[in-house]
């Protein structure tokens, strides 16, 4: 069972992964097997413990470690479990805490997108999304709606900052991700018999609804950062571009509401 510790000194260093650290530096980057990430509330702790992350420490509302949560920490193992009332909590993270709980856990090991691709019929390929809430959006619809991999550029935001994990509502470890490799990614995925289909606003685009499309055996959904949209040379790159139809003159969703369109229409009703 966890060490329950009722805090009574704010400047403790062992809160500084909850109060004091910034998302960069709990990512830790010149020591990563110390590289750590936030998950909050109990049901995104839930999942990734299903995935397999490891626990470091716990922040909890008191009422909470006293009650509903008792299975839960039982699930945590040996861990030190901070808990104060939620007035305390407020003033230590500065915010109100999603259902009164805060856990750090070690980074996992990711596979190589290669890996991720071998066995899997539908990706979708992110290019530079940089707001964490538009990126646990997508994962959250790609969970639900058919897409097998998410694979993401080194420029875009990271799924396991702390808000993205939580608007995903935990399916950053339900969905397999990895990070692309810096060389000709699309070439990568052609060899592993994908083809790919950018999601662009052109006029010579196929529509999100082509009979054709999700008859392809293995298909990339390639969507591209806010405002800019993918990279002129992404586009010319994929096999196919696609748009979603607009009417009222409106010219373009968001990129995680176009995500879940794209992925409804292309990898949840896959034929191939």
Known sequence: MPRLIEITDFEDPALDLYARLTENQLLNRADPANAVFIAESPLVVERALDAGCVPVSALMEKKLAEGRAKELLERLGDIPVYTAELEVLVQITGFHLTRGLLCAMRRPTLPTAEELCRNARRVAVLENVMNPTNLGAIFRSAAALGVDAVLLTSAGSDPLYRRAVRVSMGTVFQVPWSYLPEEDWQAMLHELGFQTAAMALRD??????????????????????????????????????????????????????????????????KQG
């Open 204 to 269: 010579d685009s196929l529509s999100v609804a082509d009979p054709r499309l999700p008859g392809i055996k293995k298909l990339a959904v390639v969507l591209g950062t806010e405002g800019d949209g993918l990279a002129a040379e992404t586009i010319a790159s994929c096999d196919y571009t696609v748009r979603i139809p607009m009417s009222h003159g409106v010219d373009s969703l968001n990129v995680a509401a176009a995500s879940a369109v794209a992925f409804y229409a292309l990898c949840l009703t």
